[in-house]
């Protein structure tokens, strides 16, 4: 059962991969979304039996992959209830982000192509999830690199595409390194990269230094600083977070596939699955909270300004992404993998619906050009407006059980450490500018007057044409009856819902976005925390912030939800009531403005650090080492003086005998001076 879930995705991309021309794309469609659908359903067979039932923990080997001296690697799937959770989020998301796609990219021309990436990603993806060593892991870590790069890339004519597909590739590479570089220290520790293995040697490495650029740290400190460093590149942390906006250059399904419960929770999972390690740490853990909860609060101010309602969503992703940090960080991994368990259904949620609000818009994404669309399009409205109770934590949602939970243990853990007390006051102010970039979101977008019908939308329609090969706009290629032009020639516009293959995945993700928290709470982090996880997430002997969480005060546990209220009031009247105070606050403080909507401006300093220094030290190596000096001394030079040399030889073959024998007489005097030197001698 568990090599058919990992491994249907994967027969899924071939065929649409190698086949896709000579089947078609309606075929390509259904196969591979067959093939997620039955994956998915095993998984949730898989969840029930290893993590509901208590089935035993197992690995399937599946052959021996390299010996090299004391490394001993075997392709092998771990089969535990964490795996088990992974399993279930990332096969249900991916399947309906597939019967999603049959919608969305109706009209595009390489939908084969498409939903053989979209698959290839899944099985990246599962592969990373059921690794049983870091070697495995490795190969799925850079499985989904690759396959985000060709998805976000995906309109590959589009220059803002590739730019974006490049700059996720690039960013990742830099955690990569040092994802890469602490799995050598494990093996250089452990002397294996099995994960049974490392989890039974970590007590021992405890308080065990080593020696590294002429100083002595303690190895398990740098060796989970290392791991971390991957896991930050792969989940948008702080630094190195700035791929994330930019990947919304995809098609939509695609955001919802990275950013929900995929590539993006791959670090949060790292991290979890090798807590037995991160437990002998405490500054290890220290820098997870700091890292995370810097991150939830950034990426929330971030979002109070944007504009375009894809790069709100992707931003709170990366704030959410921090939130689960926090949760790992303070020692309750379990909130953390609860907290991404939760929020794969409402983030997936949300952008699905906002890829139904942009449909609707002919391919708008400004919500600026938006509002009164709750009438046009009540379904969407209603779905969007789940996901955005659960994503503020709302009592009841799943939101509110997840997130809420990891606020009280940071502030149980900020009792005795330092860490844990910024990560409860930053979690918390983040919990309030949460709810007011959600309701600003929905209010923009769904409220008000409808600001579309002023709007002249030709341009977008011709945008979209760009967006997928010049075919995917109906309104471009299709004209309806709904789109008419005005006296002016400008396109007008009249939204409606999007068909039931795109409208069933909101419907279902809504219900998880309900109520997925309340059916799993006391399993993930409840009283059957124990029984449920049966070690495969690991707490130490002095680790008992699960316990000490429920012990709080009332008012500190009540703060995220008082926040949450705050920001939506606020909201409100920013939106609803008076639209015209957010204008004069940004009149008043412009260059506050400016800064949140220019991203903290990590991209223009990122420009002068790293990218501007690399392209000038690669000019110089191109046009001054390579062309002025190797190439011109070199391949170049000697060229140019073979043909020199036979030029000036060429002028000596005249054809004339008197010339010939004028060099003979030449060269004769020249031997006998030779011999009459020589013999004087």
Avoid at 24 to 41: Q, W, Y
Avoid at 271 to 287: G, I, K, N, Y
Avoid at 565 to 588: D, H, K, M, N, Q
Wanted: charged residues 10%.
């Amino acid at each position: 059962m568990y090599s058919a879930i990992v491994f249907l995705p994967l027969l899924g991309f071939l065929i649409a991969g190698l086949f896709g021309r000579k089947i078609g794309d309606r075929a390509s469609e259904i196969v591979t979304t067959a093939l997620l659908f039955i994956s998915c359903a095993l998984s949730w067979a898989a969840f029930i039996q290893v993590g509901l039932h208590g089935g035993s923990f197992s690995t399937q080997v599946l052959a021996n992959w390299m010996n090299s001296g004391a490394l001993h690697v075997d392709w092998a799937l771990r089969v535990d209830t964490l795996t088990a959770v992974m399993l279930v989020v990332v096969t249900t998301v991916s399947a309906l982000v597939h019967l999603y796609s049959v919608g969305y990219m109706h009209e595009d021309p390489s939908r084969s192509r498409f939903f053989a990436f979209l698959s290839l990603f899944t099985f990246a993806m599962l592969m990373l999830v059921t690794a049983d060593n870091l070697a495995q892991m490795f190969f799925g870590w850079e499985g989904v690199g690759l396959a985000s790069y060709l998805l976000i890339g995906f309109w590959y004519e589009k220059p803002s595409a590739n730019a974006a597909a490049i700059k996720a590739f690039v960013v990742n590479r830099v955690g990569d390194f040092g994802f890469a570089l602490g799995i050598f220290l494990v093996f250089m520790l452990t002397r294996s990269i099995s994960l049974d293995t490392i989890f039974a040697a970590a007590p021992g490495l405890a308080h065990k230094t080593i020696h590294v650029f002429g100083a002595d740290w303690d190895a398990m400190t740098l060796t989970c600083l290392l791991l971390f460093m991957g896991a930050m590149g792969k989940s948008a942390q702080f630094l190195l977070h700035t791929w994330l906006p930019d990947a919304m250059e995809g098609p939509t399904p695609v955001s919802a596939l990275i950013h929900a419960a995929t590539m993006v929770t791959a670090g949060v999972f790292m991290v979890a699955r090798l807590s037995p390690l991160f437990e002998q740490s405490e500054t290890a853990l220290a820098v997870v909270t700091i890292v995370g909860a810097t991150t939830a609060f950034f990426a929330a101010t971030v979002g109070l300004v944007q504009n375009d309602i894809k790069r709100v969503i992707a931003y709170s992703t990366c704030s959410q992404l921090g939130y689960m940090f926090v949760g790992l960080g303070v020692g309750g991994y379990s909130l953390g993998i609860f907290h991404l368990f939760t929020h794969a259904f409402f983030k997936a949620l949300l952008f699905l619906g906002a890829g139904s609000v942009i449909q609707a818009m002919h391919h708008e994404q400004d919500m600026r050009n938006m509002g009164g669309l709750a009438k046009k399009i009540p379904l969407t409205f209603a779905t969007m407006t789940i996901g955005t109770l659960a994503l503020t934590g709302f009592p009841l949602t799943s939101g509110y059980f997840s997130k809420d939970a990891i606020i009280e243990a940071a502030y149980a853990a900020g009792l005795h450490s330092q860490a844990g007390f910024y990560g409860y006051v930053l979690t918390v102010v983040a919990a309030g500018l949460t709810s007011f970039y959600s309701w600003r979101l929905v209010f923009m977008t769904f409220f008000g007057k409808p600001r579309w019908e002023a709007v002249d939308h030709s341009d977008a329609a011709a945008m979209a044409a760009v967006h997928a090969h010049d075919h995917e706009s109906p309104a471009e290629e299709k004209p309806t009856d709904e789109d008419h032009g005005d006296a002016h020639g400008h396109q007008a516009l009249d939204p409606h819902e999007s068909p039931n293959t795109m409208m069933i995945p909101l419907y279902v993700l809504s219900l998880g976005a309900l109520f997925a928290g309340m059916m799993f709470k006391g399993a993930f982090i409840g009283h059957g925390l124990n029984e449920f996880w049966r070690g495969s997430l690991f707490f130490g002997p002095d680790n008992h912030i699960m316990h000490e969480m429920h012990e709080i005060p009332e008012l500190a546990g009540l703060a995220p939800t008082l926040l949450m209220a705050l920001g939506f009031v606020v909201s409100f009247y920013f939106y609803i009531v008076s639209p015209r105070t957010p204008v004069r606050l940004a009149e008043r403080f412009p260059g506050l403005y400016q800064f949140l909507l220019n991203k903290w401006y990590f991209d223009e300093l990122y420009d002068a650090l790293f990218v501007r220094p690399a392209f000038w030290l690669g000019r110089l190596f191109w046009k001054g080492g390579d062309g002025a000096i190797i190439d011109r001394l070199g391949p170049d030079g000697i060229a140019a003086r073979v043909q020199d040399g036979a030029g000036w030889i060429s002028r000596l073959q005249t054809g004339y005998i008197y010339n010939y024998a004028f060099a003979m007489l030449i060269g004769l005097a020249a031997i006998i001076t030779y011999y009459l030197v020589g013999g004087v001698r």
